[in-house]
Structure formats: C-alpha cells, structure tokens
C-alpha cells in the first residue's frame, strides 16, 4: 500500500476576484485555501452590473464564473454580504452551474427567494439563513456575519477564518451611529476581531476620494421631515427601491403630516413586503395603492416610488412625461430625489428632472439639500476601521481603478504597509507572508440577452452595435444552371438614408455581369464579389459602409 501523500499545510490563503476590482458592480469575491491543484473555495457575493448604451439590448451584465464552476465539487459555498443587485443579482442567473449552498440574512434571503422563484429554481438551490452576528462553517472556512451600516437592511462584514490566515471582508459599509433601521455597526465585535488578528483586510472603495464621515440616515430623516412639515401641494419621493431605512424615513414624514402613502413600483413593493417579513416597517401602516392616489387631497397624500435614476419605465419618469394612468402632478407640487445619480445615468436622470420642470413641479435633489447620504464610507471611516481592526495588510475593492488605486496610497499612507491592488482573474497570496499575485484564472463579462446568457465579446451586442452605425443590406441573387441570372437581383436596405437602394442594386448587377461565367458557379465567391461591390458603392456615395448580407441561390 502506497502512503497517503502528507497533505501540505502551509498552503496558501488565497484572493481570486472575478468581478468587482477594476468597476463598481458585479462584485465576485473567491477566497481558497489548500495546494494549487486541490483548491477548497468560497464565493462572496454574485452580484450584476447593468448594461450601457454601448451593449444595445443588454440590461445586465454577469461575471464569468466558468472558473469556479468548473471546480465547483471544490466551492464550498456562495456567501451574500447583503442584498443589492451588484452583489446579489446574479445568483438565480449563475447558480445552475455552481450547484452549491448559499449563505446568508433573513432580508437577503426574502430577496433572492423572489428571484429564484422567478427563474424556477426556489425549490433546489440550499439556501442557509444566517442571522447577523453569527458564525457558521462551509468547509475549511469559519465564517461569522458581521453586522455593519449600509444603504439595505441587515448588510454584514464576512469574518473568514482558515488555518493559514484570517480576512475580514468588509462587504459595503460606512458608519452611520444612528441608523433609522436595524442593529447598527458592531463596534464591539470589530474591535474584538481586531485584538484577535486579521491578517488581511479587503475592503470598500467606493468612497475613499471624500474626505471626512458620511452624513446619517438619520440627519436625511430629519431633513425629509422639515421639507414634507413645509409642504403645500402633492410630494413624491423617488428613491433607491431597496432602501428600506429610507423608505421608512419617508413614511415617518408622510404619517407626521397626516398624509397617506401610496407606493409606485414593483421592485419597491417587493423590498417593503421583504423588509415586513423580516419584522421591519411594522409601524408604517396601511400603504395604499398607486389607483388611490388621485382621491386624495394634495396635502393628504406622499407618493414613494421608484425611477431615482432616470429608468424610463419607472413611475417618476412616466409622471415627469404626463403619461402615468393613476398619478398626476400639478405646478406646485413637489418632488424629492432622495437618491445620488449613479455616475452614467446623468443624462436620463436630467431627462426627468426637465421633464418635470416643464410641468412647472418643484423638485430637491441632493445637491440642494441632505435628502441623500451614501452607504460607502469616506476617508474618516476607513482610517476608524483600519484603527479597530489592525490589520497586518489591505487590499481594496468595489471601485473602479482611480478608487482603488487612491484606497491603495490612502491605507499606505495610514500605517498599513503591506497593501495589494487586485484585479480580476487575478490569483493574490494573502498568507502565509506578504500579498503577492502568484497566479491567473479565467474571468470575463456575460450578457444576458432577454432570457439567454451569451458572451460579451463575440456575443450579439457586438453585431448590434455595428448596425446601430451603419445599417444593413441584404441582396438576393438567384443564378440558374447556365449561370445567368434566373430573377431580377433583390436588394433590401435598413437603417440607410433614403434613395440609396437603386445605386446599390446597379453596383450589384454590374458586379454579377462582369463575373465571368464559370466563377458564377462558386456561390461563396460570387456573393463576396457582389457584397465588396455593394459595400464599395455605398462608401464612394454615402461614405460609410453599410453591413452587407448576400444570398446566392443556385437553381
Ligand atoms: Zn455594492
Ligand atoms: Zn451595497
């Protein structure tokens, strides 16, 4: 009998981001231990980013898990820090081929059950509910939830403990001491994590280019309640769907006032119906229907809806253009938008706001008033949890390179030596020793495409992008069994300015006439003929070519 080969415990603990170092959003944070080629893995969180107008059709964006999933007897486990989309979204999407429990809070739970209900999965995936504040084991990974401050409920720092070293993963975080929901930032617990050691801390960009402390939900809430306290006519609220402690900030200023609240939006229905699930918004009351709203009067009603960042479809958007069935606004009336612009969203976001300024409504964003505090923490909290915890080396993530990179000097320059700037498929050492990058793996984008997953780069957008400058045109040539043309040549155009067509179709004729008959009988070759023809024509008239699609039948 062979011995059994001494399994080597000084392996490394390893960091493999596949999505969230390098953009804000599609977080996919992989942590392993073990040797090299019998990896034991963790996933932290498997969120979406949302498609730009350069992906025509592409609403969401996934990160390729391929990896992993082609390891996946080795994942242990997918562990979700807290519920928005850029961490969450992409489970019901990616879980088929990950096929592994995922842990995590009661609210986060209530969130993906709906999704995965949705994408037919609820009854297979081994969903395991944690509350925040506690412990549990995937593999060789101790875990435990710790529960800190966000713009969601019950958002939680990872604790990841293994024999080679321990990682506090800060999830998306800033201190607010007085939140309006939840148990708060854990103070206590993060200085106690600190006098036990953390080897690395991995931890949220976003902010770190402001300086000082982000305001509290609670300073947002008193200014809501000044500015409702002051209003006349109709409010409406438009904010991030998930953001229950501000949704119940909104109704407190609505039920001081004596107004009623109605609710605009799926996704903000489903956030409240998860959060009252969950014990939280208890005392909000009766929440009426977008039908009611027109039977109240103006100072008796507070709308809340969703549409913060300009989406078309939303609720804000359609009653900027005059086009929502139940809700209208008057001159006079007020909208508040208790939300920042996500950067990429300004132009849509001003749509709306001029939208509604032609129908002569006031509006209060956040630049004119504390009606939005980010959930990320500035330069003041990082160097306060850096000062809790401790810890021995850093690496940032959550951000986009200049955040990163900015973090990177920020710890340096605050007592913390040993720091690492990650980057997607890249393998970092986190310990034994100091950080290193010591391997790669594949990562990538998905789309999703309607109801497909499909590549990023050779997927349709690519195509669609192209036609979105250019255009199209199909030409039909039917060629019978003495080379001669056995119909007149067709030629469809789409997307091309008008009175293109018959230019086109005598550069199609005249290219056919002078293909000599014997290579009329190779079809791929007479249709690249007339295709560069076409395309030529099009260039020396128009100036640009169009995308050319010719069919050759052979009778
Ligand atoms: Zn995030
Ligand atoms: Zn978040």
Redesign the pocket.
């Known amino acids: 009998m062979t011995p059994k080969k001494k399994r080597d415990i000084s392996n490394d603990l390893v960091f493999l981001p596949l999505g969230?170092t390098g953009e804000?959003?599609m977080?996919c944070y992989c942590y392993g231990v073990g040797p090299n080629d019998d990896r034991q893995w963790l996933m932290v969180?498997l969120?979406v980013k949302f498609g730009e107008e350069t992906d025509p059709g592409i609403d969401v964006i996934l990160p390729d898990v391929g990896f992993m999933a082609s390891d996946k007897g080795n994942l242990h486990g997918i562990v979700l820090t807290?519920a928005?989309e850029?961490?969450l979204g992409a489970v019901a999407w990616l879980w088929p081929q990950l096929e592994c429990p995922v842990y995590c809070t009661p609210f986060a739970a209530q969130i993906l059950a709906l999704k995965l209900k949705e994408a037919g999965l609820d009854e297979q995936v081994p969903v395991k509910v944690i509350e925040a504040g506690s412990k549990f084991t995937a593999g060789p990974f101790a875990c435990e939830f710790v529960s800190v401050t966000?713009s969601i409920p019950e958002p939680t720092a990872l604790l990841i403990k293994t024999k080679q070293g321990t990682v506090l993963h800060s999830?998306?975080w800033k201190i607010d001491r007085s939140p309006v929901l939840g148990q708060g930032m854990d103070e206590k617990r993060l200085r106690a994590i600190g006098g036990e050691g953390v080897d690395v801390l991995v931890c949220?960009s976003?902010n770190v280019l402001r300086e000082g402390h982000s305001p509290s939900e609670a300073d947002v809430s008193d200014t809501l309640m000044q500015i409702v306290t002051h209003a006349t006519g109709r409010v409406a609220v438009t904010t991030f769907a998930s953001h229950v402690d501000r949704i119940a900030a909104a109704i407190r200023a609505a039920r001081a006032n004596g107004r009623e609240v109605v609710i605009a939006g799926r996704a903000m229905r489903n956030t409240i119906e998860a959060a009252r699930a969950c014990g939280m918004l208890k005392d909000s009351g009766r929440l009426l229907d977008e039908e009611e709203f027109g039977y109240l009067p103006p100072d008796k009603v507070m709308l809340l809806c969703t549409g913060s960042q300009g989406e078309p479809r939303a609720a804000i958007a359609r009653i900027a253009e005059d086009q929502h069935p139940h809700v209208s606004l008057d001159p006079g009336d007020l909208v508040i938008f208790s939300s920042k612009t996500i950067p990429g969203n300004e132009k849509e976001v001003s749509r709306v706001l001029n939208n509604l300024a032609r129908l002569d409504i006031d509006v209060i964003t956040s630049d004119e008033a504390l009606v939005h505090s980010s959930?990320?923490p500035r330069q003041g909290e990082l160097q306060q949890l850096y000062d809790w915890l401790k810890p021995r080396a850093l690496i940032p993530m959550?951000g986009e390179p200049r955040h990163l990179r900015a973090h990177a000097l920020f710890a340096r320059s605050h007592g913390i030596a040993d720091v690492l700037i990650p980057r997607d498929g890249f393998i970092a050492r986190l310990a034994p020793g100091p950080l290193a990058m010591i391997d790669e793996a594949p990562f990538g984008r998905l789309h999703v495409d309607g109801k497909l997953i499909v590549p990023s780069d050779d997927g349709p957008a690519k195509q669609r992008r192209k036609l979105s400058f250019v255009g199209i045109v199909f030409v039909t040539v039917v060629v019978n069994s003495r080379q001669d043309l056995a119909a007149d040549i067709e030629l469809l155009t789409d997307g091309l300015p008008m009175g293109l067509e018959d230019d086109l179709l005598e550069a199609a004729e005249h290219a056919f006439g002078s293909t000599p008959k014997p290579r009329r009988k190779d079809a791929a070759g007479l249709a690249e003929t007339l295709r560069t023809a076409v395309r030529r024509a099009a260039d020396s008239i128009w100036g640009k070519k169009p995308i050319v699609k010719v069919q050759v039948v052979m009778l």
């Open positions: 969230g804000i959003g977080n969180d969120g807290h928005h850029d961490h966000h999830g998306d949220d976003t959930g990320h959550h």
